[in-house]
T-cell receptor, first 110, second 117 residues
């Protein structure tokens, strides 16, 4: 069973702070890694994808991947109340299957 | 229409009803997925169709039956459901790995909120 683990939270940060979200995965054959944001009652929205070790930055978001440690993280700089949502980590295997974590709920307090 | 669309957005059905969920993708993708999302549980992959091949999750009860007539349309036929099947059903699409390699991002539709009475 391929597993993706996330801390369910909630993670509370003040507005303007850096939010750090973490994810570990069990399948060493995993090829692609994604972060989705899901607001309550809505569907997941893709915010970042990362495929190689290191950092990838997009605006206020930075994804970090360490395949040796089977670890992927998402940093949100200058957190805003609108960032309050559940963040899902997803991992794709060598086929067409995506595996999702249970999500981390982020609360950004004004 | 853009992205991935799903109809209906909300559905209430009795245990003896038969209904179908519809999904359409406008992204030029060739892999489509059905997921189930229950409260406080991870997204559960139900079915994958890719380049006309179906990959099935063996834990999905036979009361759920998928149909993929072409690469843009996906259906989920429902019959004799149970109350525990009440959930958000999400459709998603991506490029098949054989065409896009690992660089195949997956995009979701808005979902169908299903309630089984």
């Amino acid at each position: 069973q391929k597993e993706v683990e996330q801390n369910s939270g909630p993670l509370s940060v003040p507005e303007g702070a850096i939010a750090s979200l973490n994810c570990t995965y069990s399948d060493r054959g995993s090829q692609s890694f994604f972060w989705y944001r899901q607001y309550s009652g809505k569907s997941p929205e893709l915010i970042m994808s990362i495929y190689s070790n290191g950092d990838k930055e997009d605006g206020r978001f930075t994804a970090q991947l360490n395949k040796a440690s089977q670890y992927v993280s998402l940093l949100i700089r200058d957190s805003q109340p609108s960032d309050s949502a559940t963040y899902l980590c997803a991992v794709k295997d060598g086929f067409n299957k995506f595996y999702f974590g249970s999500g981390t709920k982020l609360n950004v307090k004004p | 229409e853009t992205g991935v669309t799903q109809t209906p957005r909300h559905l209430v059905m009795g245990m003896t009803n038969k209904k179908s969920l519809k999904c359409e993708q406008h992204l030029g993708h060739n892999a489509m997925y059905w997921y189930k999302q229950s409260a406080k549980k991870p997204l559960e992959l139900m079915f994958v169709y890719s380049l006309e091949e179906r990959v099935e999750n063996n834990s999905v009860p036979s009361r759920f039956s998928p149909e993929c007539p072409n690469s843009s349309h996906l259906f989920l036929h429902l019959h004799t459901l149970q109350p525990e099947d009440s959930a958000l059903y999400l459709c998603a699409s991506s490029q098949d790995r054989r065409l896009a390699g690992p660089y195949n991002e997956q995009f979701f539709g808005p979902g169908t909120r299903l309630t089984v009475l």
